[in-house]
């Protein structure tokens, strides 16, 4: 993929991968809990199935960068995590449904968090660096208080 098509795809992806964030936990409160009478804890299992899917995910998105393009994984990704909260909205009829389909929505939408660790690496400054200055005597600097990592 190139050019347009590219930023489009991107786009896409971008939404499919940020819509599980607003769109459940918006109707939850109002629609689910007393549709499915779900108790506070039902919808806390339900709301942690997102995170658990979102933390387990990561480890191999991030890995799978290493054999594939992280372009593709953050399109498919992103795709999928789309077409999950679809798949919650058409298909979840109570809290083991919901649950399944809100942690597959989860795992895909980890995309952007392995991806954003992958492009961190390399460019952030170390959190602390040993230095030798001129008295052969070490001294810790802090990144960001000196300019010797500034961008």
Known sequence: MQGRTLVAAMSAAQVGSLLPHVVVPAVMPAHLIPLWNLSNADAGLMAAAYAAGYMFAVPVLTALTDRVDARRIMVWGSLVSGLATIAFGLFAQGLVSAI????????ASSVTAAL???ASI??????F???KPQNA?????MP???KQWAP
């Open 100 to 107: 399944l389909l809100w942690g597959l929505a989860g795992s």
């Open 116 to 118: 954003t660790a992958i």
């Open 122 to 127: 390399g460019t952030a400054p170390p959190a």
């Open 129 to 131: 660096a040993v230095t």
């Open 137 to 141: 005597t070490s001294q810790v600097r």
């Open 144 to 146: 960001y208080n000196s």
